[in-house]
């Protein structure tokens, strides 16, 4: 069957330069983008549940942008007013230049790993080591973070300040594609939560991560597409292949 509508389940490309405006040019596809999973924060109550003071601590790791947004929101909620003397370590520079959104970007307040590793981090959190750190985390994580800080003796404190939740469909939303495309597996229980009853018939469906292919395939769906691959290291460079085989 040959592919003309597309679902791709994330928010659209903030950018007219996307690869996805490309592979839609070429081959005369519609692709909507429409995420199935969103994040939002904790409540006051559930953070306080936890027992964690904000102001206990000197320095926050983030591991994202999400980490970002849901500290300072928590933070506002709770009436809570950070000092300027708060450090802030980073896993990458574009997360570290993202609190600008919140507070005055210095230099001597604010350090970034280069490789998006927690390891690579690690340098200017030991030169930092009499900090007590806080870590923002979502409440699906691993304990890599944990076991690396314990492994070096810095007191840190993890908590739970955000949450990945369904996006629900509204009643008499289309749902009519010809193909849909995940990147995680929360993004495949929000579709099974949305349409209990769903057919895949000749809808093909393609995923990035190995993760979510096993979620595909554990939920008894078939996967039509997998990437990445060395032919195709990227979701956009999978589907080009894959629309110019199935339309040709």
Known sequence: MKINKIL????KPASEKSPYYDIAAKYGVKIDFRPFIKVESVTPKEF?????????????????RHAIDHFFHLCTEL??????TMKYFCVTETVALYIQKYVQYRKRKIFFGNTGKVDDLM????????????????????????NLLDKHNVKHTEVVMYRTVSNDFAPGE?????ML???SPSGISSLIKNFPNFEQKDIAI????????????????????????VNAPSMTAALDMFIKERNK
């Open 206 to 229: 393609g995923c990035f991560g190995s993760t979510t292919a096993k979620a595909v395939r554990d939920a008894g769906l078939r996967l039509d597409l997998e990437a990445p691959t």
């Open 123 to 146: 340098p200017a959190i030991l030169k930092h080591n009499t900090e007590r750190y806080l870590v923002p985390m979502s409440d699906v994580h691993n304990d890599e973070i944990k």
């Open 48 to 64: 306080r549940q936890q027992k964690v003071s904000i102001l206990d601590h000197t320095a926050v790791i983030f591991t994202s």
């Open 174 to 178: 289309e749902f009519d594609y010809d």
């Open 8 to 11: 791709v389940s994330q928010p």
């Open 181 to 183: 495309v995940f990147f």
């Open 79 to 84: 009436r809570v007013t950070i000092p300027e």
